[in-house]
C-alpha cells in the first residue's frame, strides 16, 4: 500500500508539472497578447510611446525573457539573479533575454507584412534580474499578479474573492442533485417499464442533450422575463446580489444584501445546474441498479425473505453506487472552476466566469493559475478515486 | 425431416433471407422516437443543402432602418416576407438562421469525420500492435481527459483566434470547406480552426472504444486463420478488425454529432469560436441576449435548433446502438 502510493505520488508530481508546462505554453508561446497593440502604437502620433517605454512595458509582463526563464521564474521563482554560492557569482553574465530588440518589416510568403526579430541592441543578463519584481513561485501557490482584470493586484486576491460565490453555487447544487438524482434514478430502476419509468427516462434523456446555455436563458424567459412582464413575481435574472432595493408583486420590497436577496438570486443557476446534473446522473444511476437487480445475489436476498426496502437499500444499492463513486469524486474538482457556461449566462461572479474574463482581456496570470489549480485538484480527485475505490469495493486490490 | 425440407423447396417455399444491412434497419425502425429524429435531421439537413434557394435574403444584407421588424414583415422594397423578423442591425432573421444551420452542421459533420477517422486508425494500431505506442498513447489519451475540457477548448481557440495564421492551413481546405459552407474562404479559415480544435480534443473517445474493441478483436480465431494464410497486419487491421468493431464507433459518431452541434455553440456564445457576421446558431443567441428583456421570443429562434439538433441526434444514436448490437437492450 505505501509503495503504490509513493509511485502515485510520484507520477501526481509529474502530471503536475506537465500540466503547467503546457498552460504556459499554450498561452505564452503564440504571438499576441497583451502586447499586440504595442506595435502600431508607436506609429500613432497620439500616443508617442518611446522606445524605452516599450522596453519597461515589456519588463512589466516579463516578456523580455526568453519562454524557459519566464516559465521558472513563474513555476518556481528563480531565477532571480546569478548564482551566488558563498558570496561569489556564477553565470552573472549569462544573456536571459532581450531588453530592446531590432526589428524589422519583411513580407513573407503570403504577401502580407509582418515584423520580425533580427537582433537585439540590449540583452538582459542574469545580473540585470536582481531587483525585479517575482512572485514566490506557484508551487509556493503565489500566482504573480493580475494584468488587465485588476491592475498589479496579486491573482491569489482575485480567485479567493470569487471562490466563495463559485463554492456556494457549486455545492448547494452537488448536495441538491445527489439527494434528488439518487432516489429518482433507483426508483426508476425498481419500477421498470412503469409509466413513471418512461416518463422519466424520456425526459432525462432531454434533460442531458440540452445545451446548459439555452437551458440557461429558457429558465431567465420563463422565471424572471415573462413574469415580471405580466406584473407576477418574478425571480431576478442574474449576478448574485442586488445593487438596489427592488419589488417583488406579492413579496414585498427586498433589500439589497440581505439572505433574501442573496437567495433569491441563486435560485435560478442552482435550478438549471441541478437539473442538468440530474438529468445525467439519474440515468446513470437507473443504468447501474438495473444491472445490479439482475444480478443472483439479489435473488438470494429476496429468497431469503428479506423486505423490499431491504434488499433494495441494503444489497442492491450499495453495489449500485460502486461506479457512481468515479462521478462524485471527479465533480470535487469541478466544485473549484466548474459551471463557465452557466456562470456567464447568469453573469454570477464566480471562478468560471472570472476565467472567460480573464480570457478575453488577456489576463494570463488569473487564467494559468485557474488551470494549474484545477490540474492539481483533478489529479488528487484521480488519486482519491482509486484509493476509495478498493475502500468501496473489498475486490478490487492495488496492482 | 429431408424429404420435407426438400417437399418444401420444390413448392417454391424459401424463407426470405435477410442482409445483415436490412436486419440492422429493422431493428432500427421499431424505435420510433428515432425514427421521427431521422426525418426531422433529414429535413434540417435539406433545407441546409438547398439554402440558397430557400432563403429569401443574403445573411449579410442590411435592410437599414428596419431593426426588429416582427414577424411575418414584408419588406417595402422588394416585396420578400421576413418569416421571423429581422435582428439588431436589420438582417432577415430566417435566413441567417438558414446559412447558420448550414455552418454550424457541417463544422459538426466535418469535426466527427476527422475525430472518427483518426480515433479509429490510431486505436486500431494501438489495440493491434500494443506495447510502446499503445502504453504512449493511453497515457497521452488519460491525461488529456482528466484535464478539465472547457478551459482548454476555450484557451485553445482563444489563441487561434488572435493568430490564425499560426497553423497553416491549405489554401485548396480553405477553398473547399468555403464552397461547403457557402462562405468567403478568410471566413472559412475561422470554421476550420473551431473543427481543428473541436476534433483534436474528441478523437480519444473513439480509439479508447476502437482499441477495446480490437483488443479483444485481436483473440479470435478468424483472425488467426488470416494470419495463418499468410495476410499481413495491415490487411488484418482493415480489413478484418475494423469492419467488425464500427459497431460502438457509429453510435459514438451519432452521439458525437449532438456533442459537437453544442460545442461549437457554446464557443460561439462565449464568444471564442466563431464570429459576427458570419452566423451559427450560438453567436445569434449571444446576440439576443441582451435584447432578451424588451422581446422575450427573440433567443427561442436560434436556440431551438441547437436543442433540436442535439435531441434528434441523441435519439437516432440511441436507436443505433439498441439496433446494432441487441445484447445492450435494456
Known amino acids: 500500500m505505501t509503495g503504490y502510493l509513493i509511485r502515485r505520488v510520484f507520477q501526481m508530481i509529474l502530471v503536475i508539472f506537465i500540466s503547467a508546462v503546457v498552460s504556459y505554453a499554450l498561452l505564452n508561446l503564440a504571438p499576441g497578447g497583451p502586447l499586440a497593440g504595442l506595435g502600431q502604437a508607436t506609429q500613432s502620433a497620439r500616443f508617442r510611446i518611446t522606445e524605452e517605454d516599450i522596453a519597461r512595458i515589456r519588463e512589466y509582463f516579463e516578456m523580455d525573457l526568453i519562454v524557459p526563464v519566464r516559465f521558472t521564474r513563474w513555476f518556481m521563482g528563480q531565477p532571480t539573479g546569478p548564482l551566488t554560492i558563498g558570496g561569489k557569482q556564477f553565470f552573472a553574465g549569462l544573456v536571459v533575454g532581450c531588453r530592446k530588440p531590432i526589428e524589422a518589416q519583411r513580407v513573407d510568403k503570403n504577401g502580407k507584412d509582418i515584423t520580425v526579430t533580427i537582433g537585439c541592441k540590449q540583452p538582459v543578463t542574469l545580473a540585470d534580474l536582481v531587483g525585479r519584481r517575482t512572485s514566490r513561485g506557484v508551487i509556493l501557490l503565489d500566482f504573480g499578479r493580475s494584468w488587465t482584470t485588476m491592475r498589479d493586484r496579486p491573482v491569489s486576491d482575485l480567485l479567493l474573492t470569487r471562490l466563495p460565490n463559485t463554492l456556494r453555487l457549486l455545492g448547494l447544487e452537488l448536495i441538491l442533485a445527489l439527494i434528488i438524482g439518487i432516489p429518482l434514478g433507483i426508483y426508476s430502476a425498481v419500477k421498470q417499464y412503469s409509466r413513471f419509468d418512461y416518463i422519466f427516462t424520456t425526459l432525462a434523456f432531454m434533460g442531458s442533450s440540452m445545451p446548459s446555455f439555452f437551458f440557461g436563458i429558457l429558465m431567465i424567459l420563463f422565471l424572471s422575463v415573462l413574469p415580471k412582464m405580466a406584473g407576477l413575481p418574478y425571480l431576478p435574472p442574474g449576478s448574485s446580489e442586488a445593487v438596489r432595493d427592488y419589488v417583488i408583486p406579492w413579496f414585498g420590497t427586498i433589500t439589497a444584501g440581505s439572505f433574501t436577496d442573496l437567495a433569491l438570486h441563486m435560485i435560478l443557476p442552482t435550478l438549471v445546474l441541478v437539473i442538468i446534473s440530474v438529468a445525467g446522473w439519474s440515468r446513470f444511476i437507473r443504468a447501474s441498479m438495473l444491472d445490479v437487480l439482475r444480478q443472483d445475489y439479489v435473488r438470494t436476498a429476496r429468497a431469503k425473505g428479506l423486505t423490499e426496502r431491504v434488499v433494495i437499500v441494503k444489497h442492491a444499492l450499495r453495489n449500485a453506487l460502486i461506479p457512481f463513486v468515479t462521478i462524485i469524486v471527479f465533480s470535487l474538482p469541478g466544485l473549484f472552476g466548474g459551471a463557465l457556461i452557466t456562470e456567464s449566462v447568469f453573469s454570477w461572479p464566480g471562478m468560471g466566469r472570472l476565467y472567460v474574463q480573464a480570457l478575453g482581456n488577456y489576463d494570463y496570470p488569473v487564467n494559468m493559475a485557474i488551470l494549474f489549480i484545477t490540474a492539481v485538484l483533478t489529479v488528487i480527485a484521480t488519486l482519491l478515486r482509486d484509493v476509495l475505490y478498493t475502500v468501496v469495493d473489498p475486490r478490487i486490490r492495488f496492482s | ?330
Not at chain 2, 417454391?12 to 431493428?27: A, D, H, L, Q, T
Open chain 2, 1 to 330: 425431416m429431408a424429404n420435407q425440407v426438400a417437399s418444401l423447396s420444390a413448392e417454391g417455399i424459401s424463407i426470405k433471407e435477410e442482409s445483415p444491412g436490412r436486419v440492422i434497419f429493422n431493428r432500427f425502425r421499431r424505435h420510433k422516437l428515432a425514427m421521427i429524429s431521422l426525418g426531422v435531421i433529414s429535413v434540417i439537413f435539406l433545407t441546409s443543402i438547398f439554402v440558397k434557394y430557400i432563403a429569401p435574403f443574403k445573411p449579410n444584407q442590411i435592410l437599414v432602418g428596419d431593426y426588429f421588424l416582427p414577424f411575418g414583415a414584408k419588406d417595402l422594397v422588394t416585396g420578400k416576407i421576413h418569416i421571423f423578423g429581422t435582428d439588431h442591425i436589420g438582417r432577415d432573421y430566417f435566413s441567417r438562421l438558414l446559412y447558420a444551420g448550414r455552418i454550424s452542421l457541417t463544422v459538426a459533420l466535418v469535426s466527427v469525420i476527422v475525430s472518427e477517422v483518426v480515433g479509429v486508425v490510431v486505436g486500431a494500431y494501438a489495440g493491434y500492435f500494443g506495447g510502446l505506442v499503445d502504453n504512449i498513447l493511453m497515457r497521452f489519451v488519460e491525461f488529456l481527459i482528466t484535464v478539465p475540457q472547457i478551459p482548454l477548448l476555450l484557451i485553445i481557440s482563444s489563441m487561434l483566434m488572435q493568430n490564425p495564421d499560426l497553423i497553416p492551413i491549405p489554401k485548396s481546405v480553405l477553398w473547399t470547406m468555403g464552397k461547403i459552407m457557402l462562405l468567403p474562404p478568410n471566413d472559412a479559415r475561422q470554421a476550420v480552426l473551431i473543427i481543428m480544435v473541436l476534433a483534436g480534443l474528441g478523437w480519444m473517445t473513439a480509439a479508447q472504444l476502437m482499441r477495446g474493441m480490437v483488443l479483444s478483436l485481436r483473440e479470435m480465431t478468424f483472425v488467426e486463420a488470416a494470419r495463418s494464410m499468410g495476410a499481413s497486419d495491415v490487411h488484418i487491421i482493415f480489413r478484418h478488425m475494423i469492419p467488425n468493431a464500427m459497431a460502438p464507433i457509429i453510435v459514438d459518431a451519432s452521439l458525437g454529432m449532438a456533442g459537437y452541434v453544442v460545442a461549437e455553440a457554446a464557443l460561439s456564445f462565449l464568444g471564442f469560436g466563431i464570429q459576427d457576421p458570419i452566423p451559427t446558431w450560438g453567436n445569434m443567441l449571444s446576440a439576443t441576449q441582451e435584447f432578451m428583456f424588451d422581446k422575450p421570443w427573440l433567443p427561442l429562434v436560434p436556440g431551438m435548433p441547437i436543442f433540436l439538433c442535439s435531441l434528434c441526434f441523441n435519439f437516432i444514436g440511441d436507436g443505433l446502438r439498441d439496433a446494432l448490437d441487441p445484447r445492450l437492450k435494456r
